[in-house]
Each structure stands twice: as C-alpha cells, then as structure tokens.
C-alpha cells in the first residue's frame, strides 16, 4: 500500500522540494499551499514524473480549511502515515515597526498552523500506532534574527512544540522532531533585503547558503526507519550558523 503524507506550504521553495523527494521514496503526497495554483503545479509535477499526488489549497491557520485539506489526503491518498508542517512567511522589521496585526499573522500561520494540523491527524496515527510528524522551524528560533523577531518567536515556539508532543506521543509510536534550517536559496529567503542576506552568507561557516533540495533530503531521513531513534529532536542543516 502506498504510504501517504501531507507537506503544506508545498507550492514553492522547501516544500516543494520535499513534497517532489517524498513522492521519489515513494509516498503519496498531498500537496498544500495557501495558493491553490502553485499547489496544482507541484502536484502535477509529481504525477509527471511517475508518482502521485493530490493537490488542495488552504491556510493552515484557519480550523475549517485544514479539516477539508485533511479530509482531501485521506479521499485521495488513504491513512496519513506523515505530516511535514512547512507552511510559513516571512517579514522583515525592526521590533518598533511590527504592528500587532502583523504579530498575530506570522504566529496564526506558523504556530497555530502547526498546531491544528499536528492536531487534525494525530488520533489516527495515534490508533495506528504509527506516524511522523516533521516540523519545519529556523535556526532563527535558536539563535534569533535581526529584524525578524516575529518570525524568529514562531520558530522557537515551534522547537517548544516539537519537543513537548514528542515526549506525550512517542512511546504510542509516533515520532515528532523538527528540521531547522539556515537561510535556503528561495523566495522566502530572497523576498529579504540584500543588505541582510549579504550580513548573512558573512557569518555562515560553510560559506553559503543551502538549497531546498538539501532540506529535502533531511525530511526524506528523518521519515524513515533509519531515523527511528531520534526523538523531540531538532536538525539543523544550517551552514554552520548553529552548532549545537
């Protein structure tokens, strides 16, 4: 039977690179966006290739839209096996310039998104006795980030709800850990100003900064059995920006 997952926020950049490597390891995988079109494109991407997928657009933040996006993976794909939470934005200011508004977005997306779908297919996993759940944080809920303390709050809450699911679920066979990148070639990350992405690449150890398909490859090893001992923990494939 084909195992199926679920990557939202896979329209573009990490997401899609995951959803594309998970389909490759044989996964059916549902694809997610907040754009309905750039989920289409990944999906059929997917189906070109040789591998299935399914496609539905939804914002994660929203109760309604994560039940239907939820309920389109098991219609199409069946038992969801794995869950990777990558759905997020990013927005530049400095700490006087973030208007509550703009607070409240960047934690309803990232945290309470991650919350309601960890929390929408959880009790089948937990009735299976079997499931992943991968959650996409930032070495900026580690260390912090200039102009991003918005963002880099919801990262670490992020880290905090990785760690504390882990520790309720994983003797029921259910492993939750989180990938934290460092800064990756795509939108997101070039959607920052070039002043702080040239700060950036400066202090990185390795020199540069990562591709999606890097990112990919982590999620791809922490859904498989080779991985079945890490626990409530965090990788960070972040150039050397953390070193833990």
């Known amino acids: 039977m084909t195992k199926s997952a679920i990557v939202t926020g896979a329209g573009s950049g990490i997401g899609r690179a995951i959803a594309e490597r998970l389909a490759q390891d044989g996964y059916g995988v ?8 750039r989920a289409e494109e990944t999906a059929a991407s997917i189906k070109a290739k040789g591998g ?9 933040s929203r109760e309604d839209d994560v039940a239907a996006l939820v309920a389109r993976a098991r219609a199409a794909l069946g038992e969801i096996g794995l869950l990777v939470n990558n759905a ?13 508004a703009e607070f409240d977005r960047m934690f309803a997306v990232h945290v309470r998104g991650t919350f309601l779908m960890m929390r929408a297919v959880l009790p089948e996993m937990l009735k299976a006795r079997d499931g992943v759940i991968i959650n996409i944080a930032s070495q900026l809920g580690q260390i912090g980030g200039v102009e991003l303390v918005h963002y880099s709050g919801a990262k670490a809450a992020i880290i905090g709800m990785t760690k504390s699911l882990a520790r309720e679920v994983s003797s029921q066979g259910v ?4 990938v934290a990148p460092g800064p990756i070639n795509t939108p997101l990350v070039r959607a920052l100003s070039q002043d702080w992405q040239d700060r950036k690449a400066a202090q ?4 540069r900064f990562g591709e999606p398909e890097e990112i990919a490859a982590v999620v791809s ?11 409530g923990q965090t990788l960070g494939a972040n150039s050397g920006d953390v070193m833990l």
């Open 30 to 37: 549902l694809v997610n966006d907040l754009h309905g079109e």
């Open 52 to 60: 299935k997928a399914a496609a539905k657009a939804g914002d994660v």
């Open 88 to 100: 997020g934005h990013v927005h530049q200011a400095t700490f006087a310039e973030i208007t509550p």
């Open 175 to 178: 492993r939750v850990n989180a």
């Open 204 to 207: 990185l150890p390795l020199g």
């Open 221 to 231: 090893f922490l859904a498989s059995p080779a991985a079945s001992l890490f626990v």
